[in-house]
């Protein structure tokens, strides 16, 4: 049983260009959550999503940012126009319902 | 707003001794807590968690300690390691919610 993965694990884009950041939950899970990491800070809450539906995107920024899942397929994190303060660590995380969530291994992304 | 905080960013600790982390939490509606470890350059990985219907949880050594009156839960590792050197995270999350995370503390276990 494979755990979170994502992909891929680093990420170099060019200010403008756009980002997409996949991230496949561990079999059975159905919840999944998008988390960053900035230098020096923790980690931050983005958004929560089910399967085809979005439960909670209280922690993405209102513009540029967008993320969906799929009934099927991966995860996807969204970034258009991506800007410099958009660097960091995306971590993409799964769970069964109202159980410990497991990360994956993360994103970085780098914006010059 | 900050619901988790993790008051200290670091701990230096001597091998063989005890490692207390502390975490605060201000909304009494999180029914579930979690810690987390964090090596650089790797996702956390889930280390132990505590409902809220229970005080403790041991797992090895590593145990969980919650106080619902102060709204603080600890973590205890011991004996400590020098391979428990790493960021440790505590969670929170009420029913139905995402996990909330606090800024993290950065344990060094000196040999």
């Known amino acids: 049983n494979a755990g979170v993965m994502q992909n891929p694990r680093h990420l170099v884009r060019r200010r403008g260009q756009e980002a997409r950041l996949r991230c496949s939950p561990m079999?059975?899970?159905?919840?999944v959550y998008w988390y960053r990491q900035l230098p020096e800070e923790g980690l931050k809450f983005m958004v929560y999503?089910?399967?085809?539906?979005?439960?909670?995107e209280s922690g993405m920024p209102k513009e540029r940012f967008s993320a969906e899942f799929p009934k099927e397929g991966p995860s996807i994190l969204r970034i258009q126009q991506v800007v410099r303060g958009d660097s960091a660590a995306y971590f993409c995380?799964?769970?069964?319902?109202?159980?410990?969530?497991?990360f994956g291994q993360g994103t970085r992304l780098t914006v010059v | 707003d900050q619901q988790v905080k993790q008051n200290s960013p670091s701990l230096s600790v001597q091998e063989g001794r005890i490692s207390i982390l502390n975490c605060d939490y201000t909304?009494?509606?999180?029914?579930?807590f979690l810690w987390y470890k964090k090596y650089p350059a790797e996702g956390p990985t889930f280390l132990i968690s505590?409902?809220?219907?229970?005080d403790k949880n041991e797992d090895g050594r590593f145990t969980v300690f919650l106080n619902k009156s102060a709204k603080h839960l600890s973590l205890h590792i011991v004996p400590s390691q020098p391979g428990d050197s790493a960021v440790y995270f505590c969670?929170?999350?009420?029913?139905?919610?995402?996990?909330?995370f606090g800024k993290g503390t950065s344990l060094l276990v000196t040999p």
């Open positions: 079999k059975g899970h159905s919840h």
């Open positions: 969670a929170a999350r009420k029913a139905g919610y995402a996990l909330n």
């Open positions: 505590i409902s809220s219907i229970k």
């Open positions: 909304n009494s509606m999180f029914d579930y």
């Open positions: 999503l089910q399967k085809e539906n979005i439960i909670d």
């Open positions: 995380a799964s769970s069964a319902a109202n159980t410990e969530a497991f």
